[in-house]
């Protein structure tokens, strides 16, 4: 091999090293990090749960939707706050609907909740 051909090939290789690391910290460490939701969830994790629809409503002050969901792990409450799409929201889910949900874990008056980020994070099964 020439002295051009063995620098072609070695730039080469470090590109390819050089994107595959770039696929492995920006696109396979982007779903890691959200979790099935369970007793043990930590308030800020991101989570996801799955089941159906125990009971719903809207708040008298804010139209917020509070929904409540039974899942493996047992009930579960949802919070969509007014502006992340509670009226879509509590339109197309009805009762007994079966639904995925993704959010962030909080603690309010010291019961976990799921709060909704975006409409697009509850989905029907």
Do not use: C, W
């Not at 091999?1 to 590109?15: G, Q, R």
């Not at 089941?51 to 929904?67: A, D, P, Q």
Request: charged share 20%; hydrophobic share 45%; net charge negative.
């Amino acid at each position: 091999m020439e002295k051009e051909e063995k620098v072609v090939v070695i730039l080469l290789s470090m590109i390819f090293l050089s994107l595959s690391i770039s696929y492995l910290v920006f696109f396979e460490t982007a779903d890691s990090d959200i979790s099935a939701f369970s007793s043990s969830s930590a308030p800020g994790e991101n989570v996801f749960v799955e089941g159906s629809v125990i009971s719903k409503r809207l708040t008298y002050s804010g139209n917020h939707l509070i929904m409540v969901i039974e899942s493996i792990s047992g009930p579960v409450k949802i919070f969509v706050p007014s502006d992340n799409g509670a009226g879509a929201i509590n339109s197309q889910v009805e009762k007994d609907s079966d639904v995925h949900i993704f959010g962030v874990v909080e603690e309010y008056e010291g019961e976990l909740e799921i709060i909704v980020q975006d409409k697009d994070d509850v989905l029907l099964s």
